[in-house]
């Protein structure tokens, strides 16, 4: 009777941890590496050149630059930047 017992608790462990699992896989991203190279210089381009559009007001570029930068380390910051 304990035996079955514990294989039970085995087995909704296991359960509990496959759907953890499931879901950090579900959150994260990945991109490839031409992927990657193609949104840093989408990012890039629009740091050197976005100002010069004129959507967007000097002090909103420059917080969007900002913040692009904080993308770029956090998702980006093992490639070459």
Do not use: R
């Not at 304990?2 to 994260?28: D, E, P, Q």
């Amino acid at each position: 009777m304990i035996l079955y017992i514990v294989i039970l608790l085995l087995v909704i462990i296991i359960l509990l941890l496959t759907m953890v699992l499931y879901l950090f896989a579900k959150k994260s991203t990945y991109f490839s590496d031409k992927e990657k190279e193609y949104i840093i210089f989408v990012m890039d381009i629009f740091k050197e050149y976005g100002d010069d559009l004129g959507i967007q007001s000097k002090d909103q570029h420059e917080k969007l630059v900002e913040e692009l930068e904080k993308i770029k380390l956090k998702h980006f910051k093992n490639d070459k930047t």
